[in-house]
């Protein structure tokens, strides 16, 4: 079972205005885990992100490491998560996390990463050494992948559907030979891509074995300006094989196009393809030719090259004069044959090939020949020329050509009397004679000076060795072979087709280079003939930093927990290395990163602040501008502060403030807990203000701390008001009118904090025994009764209630009946009956006869004012309240003395108590029937009229006895 370590923490304020320090409960971090979202398969170039979870209070800091066999590992991150945006191969490896508050810190187990790859660009190898024809060899394939790529290998033969060789890694020769040389690739596959080498060419022949790579790959560019080259090099004879090639470098590479320059300025092509092949030249395929190269970036056309065709004499056709020929005239036969090579006519004494018949002359020897140029104006590069040597000699001479150089043993350039070039070139330039021979002697001619005039050649460039640095000075130069010679201009290439010069001189010269002079240049040299173009060169002008530029990624309000990427960049050559800082009050600031970004994963409050980068290289170094970094983010949980922090009193000033970590800065919202779910607010504002605070508002309080960002609830606070007793008052259970024999309870009410001791008192005097705040009679008595009241006392002070009075209530007792006179009653007089009973509340009385349904009379008196013999009988006086009723009957009669009336009164008395529970279940019987047949709401209420014989009169007020007393008097004999 794992332990965990608890810190009770109890801290003694002594009284002020501070908030006090709250009971607090903290733990080191548990051992934390790692969880990796997406749970399945990585790939490379996918978002992934380890989240690290550990229970700790206080909240912990997360650091996240990944496994090497270094012990000492450098921190990846800070932070719950750690994110990789487009994860990498690179990035596969042991990763854990470890979880830190100040009692303790705890390291999470490892997880692994794998990252699932398509295979990369594979490597081909072979053994080192020279290999010889008929001994085995083999080529290796290898890529990096993952999982592991499949091989195939494949022969390059000009088809789209290549055989695989092999689908193993090794391509395996066991005797190798000639046959095997070619052009050899492969390609890696796995389920997640393929890739394909570049070409591995072998040439194999049984002296040496030569393998090398045909081209790396390189980045997009449109075709060079093509050359073209003939083979074979030398004389073209018809007939003969010939093949052009033209060449480009391109990438794409580039589609070639023939073409045969002729007057029509539309040329259809000739032929498609890198050469043009005649497999047995003719004369008519003499002329000039060019191709194109073009790819989807471009075209370019080459020079023209001009095919000139040898071919010997083709059968010579014979002219003569027309008509006759008479012996001793003049004739003349011509001989004529296509021919493009020297020939000559033979004439022998046996037979006539073709001669011309010529006036005969003496012999002589050659004189001095005499060369004339064709054309005798200014010679151009490319012209035809002809030097023809002259003299006059007989037999005919015969001529040789020769060009002057320091040798004086000069080789002949060509027999005949016509030196002629096709297409001169500026070498051909120089000092030419000839000689002219016969059997006689021989004559050399004077020197004649041969000046062909060209366009510049491909400019080359030249510039200082070693680094360039700003502000050293600097000259480019510019040089090309060109008759006349050369004007050169100077251009910077910017991708624009109409560039301004920038100097007109063979040197570009820099008094102080700027870094912004690098670049590309290029110069162009130019006269009468032509212009030439020379290749850019590069100018990489070297420097310290610039001051760095830093970018906020994103540039929006930064929230807590996004991802943030600081960038510092500087122009700089050559690249710089970058540190990054975090300003502090420390001079000595340690840096955080030495990457041209520095990388939040999940960017916290903590990290808000001053950031600055710096820019190095070996040049010199340089500081940006520091940066605010303002991490906005939601409320913490507020905490609640109570200002007094000691016992809160009534009547006193009392605070409530309210506290949380946000920005931007919390709104704050204050409550009172109660039942009701939605509770409205009491007030806004960081204080919840008492100016003088009272017992209503004890209770549950609790803020809320909100901003955009979210919305945090504090925990409640309990606000208990401490006041002496309120207003006092004693209510009495179930009544303070109260039927005797009953249970009453008293209870004194008044709030006091804390609770109030307790004093009952009855008609002021105390009551022993009674302390709480409720006095109890269990079975109240006529000496209960009086005035009672309560005192309330706590620290705070003393109250004393208002007083109850307690009024025991009871039956009437059996009523006692007088009757006025007490002598004997003459016919005639006035008799007066007096009923009593006692009773509480009082009693009303009732008067009956006998036989007779209606009552007599109402009230305690009854009188008769005119006695009759009549009016003899029994009567009953009834006395009732709300508790109960009681009857006594009696006799009168003319002549009869009142004592013994009373007497039969007594007797009759006995009679009534014994007949009292017959009559109330009649009486119950009744209510009974009287409840069925109750008067609807608001129907009149019917009145009984007593009996209206004028001999009767009713001393009390009441004459009339309505239906509802009758109904109450029912109800109350009910409660007998």
């Given at each position: ?244 090639t033209c060449s480009s470098d391109a990438n794409p590479a580039a589609n070639y196009t023939w073409y045969k320059r002729n007057n029509n300025s539309d040329l259809p092509p000739l032929s498609e393809g890198q050469r043009l092949v005649f497999r047995s030249i003719q004369s008519s395929d003499s002329g000039q030719y060019y191709c194109s190269a073009e790819n989807k970036l471009g075209m370019k056309t080459s020079k023209d090259i001009s095919i000139d065709v040898k071919y010997g004499p083709r059968i010579p056709s014979l002219s003569r004069p027309s008509g006759e020929i008479n012996e001793g005239s003049s004739v003349t036969l011509t001989c004529s044959s296509d021919a493009n090579i020297l020939f000559e006519l033979i004439v022998s004494n046996t037979f006539f090939i073709c001669y011309v018949i010529k006036m005969s002359s003496p012999p002589d020897a050659p004189t001095i020949p005499s060369v004339s140029v064709s054309p005798s104006d200014e010679i151009e590069e490319g012209s035809s020329v002809t030097l023809t040597c002259s003299s006059d000699a007989n037999p005919a001479t015969n001529y040789t050509w020769y060009k002057r150089n320091n040798n004086s043993d000069l080789p002949p350039l060509s027999e005949g009397q016509r030196l002629v070039f096709r297409s001169i070139q500026s070498s051909d330039s120089g000092q030419y004679y000839c000689t002219a021979e016969n059997k006689l002697g021989m004559k050399t001619s004077k020197d004649i000076s041969i000046d062909v005039k060209y366009g510049p050649r491909i400019p080359s460039l030249s510039r ?513």
């Amino acid at each position: 079972m794992a332990m965990q370590t608890f810190l009770l923490s109890v801290k003694n304020h002594s009284l002020s205005s501070a908030p006090p320090s709250p009971l607090t409960l903290d733990n080191a971090p548990t051992i934390p885990s790692v969880s990796v979202s997406p749970s399945d398969e990585i790939e490379e170039g996918s978002s992934v992100t380890l989240t690290c979870s550990s229970d700790a209070n206080p909240a912990a800091n997360y650091t996240w490491y990944k496994r090497n066999n270094n012990s000492d590992l450098p921190p990846l991150s800070e932070g719950q998560r750690l994110v990789f945006r487009s994860i990498q191969s690179s990035d596969s490896g042991q990763y854990y996390c470890t979880a830190e508050n100040k009692l303790g810190m705890k390291t999470s187990k490892d997880i692994s990463i794998d990252v699932k790859y398509g295979p990369r660009i594979p490597s081909l190898s072979r053994p080192s050494g020279e290999i010889e024809e008929g001994s085995s060899m083999a080529l290796t394939c290898s890529s990096d992948a993952n999982p592991a790529a499949n091989y195939t290998w494949f022969r390059e033969n000009g088809n789209a559907d290549l055989p695989p060789l092999s689908e193993e890694a090794q391509l395996v020769f066991r005797s190798i030979q000639s046959s095997d040389s070619g052009q050899y690739f492969c390609r890696a596959e796995n389920e997640l891509g393929r890739s394909t080498s570049i070409l591995f060419e072998l040439i194999v022949s049984n002296t040496f074995f030569i393998c090398y790579v045909i081209k790396m790959s390189s980045p997009p560019d449109a075709p060079t300006i093509p050359s073209v080259s003939v083979s074979p090099s030398d004389e073209i004879e018809e007939g003969s094989s010939v093949t052009l090639t033209c060449s480009s470098d391109a990438n794409p590479a580039a589609n070639y196009t023939w073409y045969k320059r002729n007057n029509n300025s539309d040329l259809p092509p000739l032929s498609e393809g890198q050469r043009l092949v005649f497999r047995s030249i003719q004369s008519s395929d003499s002329g000039q030719y060019y191709c194109s190269a073009e790819n989807k970036l471009g075209m370019k056309t080459s020079k023209d090259i001009s095919i000139d065709v040898k071919y010997g004499p083709r059968i010579p056709s014979l002219s003569r004069p027309s008509g006759e020929i008479n012996e001793g005239s003049s004739v003349t036969l011509t001989c004529s044959s296509d021919a493009n090579i020297l020939f000559e006519l033979i004439v022998s004494n046996t037979f006539f090939i073709c001669y011309v018949i010529k006036m005969s002359s003496p012999p002589d020897a050659p004189t001095i020949p005499s060369v004339s140029v064709s054309p005798s104006d200014e010679i151009e590069e490319g012209s035809s020329v002809t030097l023809t040597c002259s003299s006059d000699a007989n037999p005919a001479t015969n001529y040789t050509w020769y060009k002057r150089n320091n040798n004086s043993d000069l080789p002949p350039l060509s027999e005949g009397q016509r030196l002629v070039f096709r297409s001169i070139q500026s070498s051909d330039s120089g000092q030419y004679y000839c000689t002219a021979e016969n059997k006689l002697g021989m004559k050399t001619s004077k020197d004649i000076s041969i000046d062909v005039k060209y366009g510049p050649r491909i400019p080359s460039l030249s510039r200082p060795s070693g680094e360039i640095e700003e502000g050293s000075s600097m000259a480019l130069t510019c040089s090309s072979d060109a008759n006349p010679a050369a004007n050169y201009t100077w251009f910077r290439e910017n991708g624009n087709a109409d560039l301004p010069p920038l100097s007109e001189e063979a040197q570009l010269v820099f008094s102080s280079t700027q870094s912004s002079d690098s670049g590309q240049y290029f110069c162009r040299a130019e006269n009468e003939l032509g212009n030439s173009t020379s290749v850019n060169i590069f100018i990489n002008v070297k420097y310290a930093p610039k001051l760095p530029s830093v970018s906020v990624r994103p540039s929006a309000e930064i929230e807590e927990g996004r991802s943030v990427t600081l960038t510092c960049s500087s122009d700089t050559n050559p690249a710089a290395n970058y540190t990054w800082y975090k300003k502090n009050r420390n001079a000595d600031v340690p840096p955080l990163t030495t990457e041209p970004k520095l990388v939040f994963r999940s960017i916290q409050s903590s990290d808000s602040g001053q950031y600055f980068c710096r820019a190095e290289n070996k040049l010199g170094r340089s500081t940006s501008e520091t940066i605010l970094i303002d991490v906005k983010y939601a409320p913490t949980i507020p905490s609640v502060s109570v200002s007094p922090s000691d016992e809160i009193e009534e009547g006193s000033s009392v605070t409530l403030t309210c506290s949380s970590d946000a920005n931007p800065a919390a709104n704050y919202t204050w409550y009172k807990r109660n039942n009701n779910s939605d509770l409205p607010p009491l007030s806004e504002g960081q204080r919840l203000f008492f100016s003088s605070i009272q017992s209503s508002d004890s209770g549950q309080y609790y803020c809320t701390a909100e901003n955009k960002l979210g919305m945090k609830t504090s925990k409640d606070i309990s606000i208990d008001v401490k006041y002496a007793p309120k207003t006092s008052s004693v209510s009495a259970s179930p009544s303070a009118e109260i039927e005797i024999g009953k249970s009453l309870q008293l209870t004194c009410k008044g709030g006091a904090n804390p609770a109030a001791n307790y004093t009952w008192y009855k008609d002021n005097q105390t009551l022993p025994w009674a302390s709480n705040d409720i006095h109890q009679l269990a079975s109240i008595t006529l000496e209960d009764k009086g005035n009672y009241h309560c005192a309330s006392k706590n620290k705070y002070g003393q109250i004393n209630s208002t007083s109850v009075h307690i009024d025991v209530q009871y039956a009437p007792e059996l009523p006692s009946v007088s009757v006025s006179p007490s002598a004997e009653i003459e016919e005639g007089s006035s008799v007066t009956l007096t009923c009593s009973s006692d009773a509480n509340p009082a009693a009303n009385y009732t008067w009956y006869k006998e036989d007779e349904d209606s009552p007599k009379a109402s009230g305690q008196i009854f009188t008769i004012t005119d006695f009759r013999a009549e009016h003899s009988g029994s009567y009953s006086c009834g006395a009732q309240n709300k508790l109960g009723r009681s009857n006594s009957t009696f006799h009168l009669s003319v002549g009869a003395d009142t004592s013994p009336m009373m007497v039969n009164i007594t007797r009759f008395s006995v009679v009534v108590l014994v007949l009292i529970p017959l009559l109330l279940v009649c009486l119950w019987m009744r209510k009974k029937k009287a409840v069925s047949s109750t008067t609807e709401a608001n129907e009149p209420i019917e009145t009984v009229e007593l009996e209206s014989d004028p001999v009767y009169e009713n001393v009390s007020d009441l004459n009339m006895v309505s239906a509802e007393q009758s109904e109450e008097q029912e109800e109350q004999e009910d409660l007998v």
